[in-house]
C-alpha cells in the first residue's frame, strides 16, 4: 500500500495535468466560438458593404435624375420664354410698334421671369448636390459605426505547459520535503 504522502504526489500530478488539459479544452472551445463569430461578422460586414454601395449608386442615380429634371424644365421655360418673346415681337410689329410702351414692359418682365427661372435652376440643383453629398456622408457615418461595432474578436491563447510543469514541481518539492529531502524521497545518493 502506498503511503500518503506518495498518494498525494500523483494526486497532485493527475491534478495539475487534467487542469491544464481542461484549461487547453476550454481554450479551443472558446477559439472555435471566437471563430464562427468572426465568420459570421464578415459576412455581415460584406453584405453591408454591398448594401452602403448600393446606397451610394441610388443616391447618385437620384440626384442625376433630379439635376436631368431642372435642366429638362429650364429647357422648357426658356423654350416658352423664347416663343412669347417671338410673339410680343410679332404683336409689336404687327401694330408699327418698335419695342415701345406696355410691349417693352412685358419684354422686360419675360427677360426677368427667365433670369430667375435660371437663377432657380441653378439653386435647386446646388441643393441636390449638397443633398447627395449630406446622405453619402451619412452613409459614410453609419459605415464607420458598423465597422467599429462590429471589430473581430482576438484568439485566445492556450495556457502554457509551463504552468502545469511548475505546479507539478512544487508538488514534487512538498512530497521531498515531507519524505525529508530529494534524496530520501526519490532514491537518489
Not at 82 to 92: N, S, Y
Not at 106 to 111: H, Q, S, V
Amino acid at each position: 500500500m502506498c503511503e500518503p504522502a506518495t498518494i498525494g504526489l500523483a494526486l497532485s500530478i493527475a491534478s495539475a495535468a487534467v487542469g491544464y488539459v481542461q484549461s487547453v479544452q476550454a481554450t479551443n472551445e472558446k477559439n472555435a466560438q471566437i471563430e464562427a463569430e468572426n465568420l459570421a461578422k464578415s459576412e455581415s460586414d460584406r453584405q453591408a458593404r454591398i448594401a452602403a454601395n448600393q446606397e451610394r449608386e441610388d443616391l447618385e442615380n437620384q440626384a442625376r435624375v433630379e439635376s436631368e429634371r431642372i435642366l429638362k424644365d429650364e429647357y422648357e421655360n426658356q423654350l416658352a420664354a423664347r416663343a412669347t418673346a417671338a410673339e410680343l415681337k410679332t404683336q409689336a410689329s404687327s401694330y408699327g410698334l418698335n419695342m415701345a410702351g406696355s410691349v417693352v414692359e412685358a419684354w422686360d418682365e419675360l427677360n426677368a421671369a427667365g433670369y430667375r427661372s435660371e437663377a432657380s435652376a441653378v439653386e435647386e440643383m446646388a441643393q441636390v448636390q449638397d443633398q447627395l453629398v449630406a446622405n453619402k456622408r451619412g452613409v459614410k457615418t453609419k459605415e464607420r459605426r458598423r465597422i467599429e461595432e462590429n471589430r473581430l474578436l482576438p484568439y485566445r491563447s492556450a495556457p502554457s505547459p509551463l504552468g502545469a510543469v511548475l505546479e507539478i514541481g512544487a508538488s514534487t518539492n512538498k512530497y521531498a520535503d515531507k519524505k525529508g529531502g530529494y534524496a530520501k524521497a526519490f532514491g537518489v545518493s
